[in-house]
């Protein structure tokens, strides 16, 4: 029988219908399996070719890198929004528009072509991790944004264009809608209950278990109650804290471990599927901003969202959490 | 200079950044060529196959057609909701579930096995718009349901299983979330303006026509200022009526013209891409359902949504819709 579930936090309904699907590593089919060199002359984020793309704006380096750096971040050469502009509202008539306003930046995670992120070595990712840290302290200072997004696509079919291994984020001059619903769901929430949802679901699923992928000292990876995706993985801190970008070094050493690790996973179970992995942070100012509790979500791009899913914003999902969960956990990285 | 748009119902920002790709008809690419005869064997929705599917809930017949059987309805065998079951919500620690309560149904839009929806004759697209029509007013007698969402998948990319032409509904025991967000934005428009969205949309387009593609007596089809994806096309009546199962024959022989017109055009300037249709109606029962605009919104599957997507709620559209109005108009059915 399928299974209504209402995410606890943004009120969204999900279809859990385990049936509709045979066994889930049927999923497997969806493995990308070409091979990429670990150098690519044509690739603009390959060592060597640092002149093909915009000079950058934040360079981390190591004694043993075989180039000069260790990542690197870029502005973005196609740019999704501009820097230049104000953040002035406009009308035409019924309808409202802004400029372009924005930054839209590029972390080049690695000088080695080929590798997936569960390939990075743990001090890399944590490089990385630094990395977003620096950008979004950075660009925190421009009045005009009030939201940094950090996201990653992996593999064609999650929309990534280019296969070296790198991350982007997008400054916004406003909090994005996707992050408006969970803003207003922990309100809702904390107006009812006095708590915040996520601290209650860090003591729930640490309770029962059934859909916990793994955890450390400071962090949890779990299938969520009404995951809209096969294998929607979250990962949270164990204690409150709004903030990515004020997270200390050790924190973060916590956060790149179960990263790798639940990445690792992923890649594992379900042959280097396609995903994205996106960083719910803070808004950068408002009211909102010290009640947040951040978090990164992992989706694997495994099935495609259709006229029902585009129609109602419901998502059905074929393979319950739970099975996804135990699925990740008896999968060691 | 990429733009910000506001959608003035739901109040989503979308990116309109029409400098990052080229010329539109780039898109062109995304052709599906794969040729299909006019009658499988193996297809359970070809004649002489009925016995492959559940019995039929409405059939549609006429004098001309080459089996015993024009428009069939039938329940979807690998349903995502079940008919069995209440809608009692129940609760588990701080989440909430209930039974996958619903009905999902499958409407074959002809007897030929290879046409896309635009190849159907004026009368057949007709019968199919009665079937919808017949099926809402019938399954609105089940108090449990308070939504019905028509939709279809034209195209594998599209998320369609199975190549012959079929549209489908399901049954919901709520409101789905895409049509609340419609409706608290027309709620919100309304105790602002005192007028529905949808209406002064209509004046406004009319108005300036830089976004619209066709119209004729009763129907208008536009590009909405904030679409978000290119080509994303919008047929919608030009009275204020909250119902699509409740209108006249004559005006759903319009409507039957202009969606005949408009998947034509999109056809033929795209080169018969994937794309997804679902049909925005009023709530069964409820305070809403009367101040309702009802619309079908068709939405090309020409990019890959991406982290940036996911995470934000925002999507970027490289083709502003000024310029997919202007090409849709030129390109006659």
Known sequence: MPELRKDPITFE???????????????????????FPPFDPNCPFCPGNEHLTPPEILVL??????????VRVIPNKYPALRIEGNTERKGKGMFDYMDGVGAHEVIVETPIHNLRFSDLPLEQVKKVLTAYKER?????KDTRFVYILVFRNEGKEAGASLRHPHSQLIALPFV????MLEIEGMRRYYSFRE?????????????????????????????????KYPFETVILPKRHHPSFADESECILDDFASILKDVLSRIDKALGNPPYNFTLHNTP??????????????IIPRLSTPAGFELGSGIFINTVPPETAAEILKETLP
């Open 136 to 140: 979004i302290l950075d660009l925190k």
């Open 176 to 179: 994005p809608h996707e992050v």
């Open 61 to 70: 380096r190591d004694g043993h890198s075989s180039s000069n750096w260790s």
């Open 13 to 35: 309904w999900v279809i859990i219908a385990g049936e509709r699907k045979d066994r889930p590593h049927d999923f497997s089919k969806t493995t990308s399996t070409e091979e």
């Open 195 to 227: 708590r915040c949802p996520f601290c209650d679901m860090v003591k729930e699923e640490l309770q029962f278990k059934e859909r916990v992928v793994v955890e450390n000292e400071n962090f949890l990876a779990i299938e969520p109650f009404a995951s």
């Open 284 to 297: 950068l100012q408002g009211q909102s901003a010290n009640g947040f509790h951040w978090h990164l979500e």
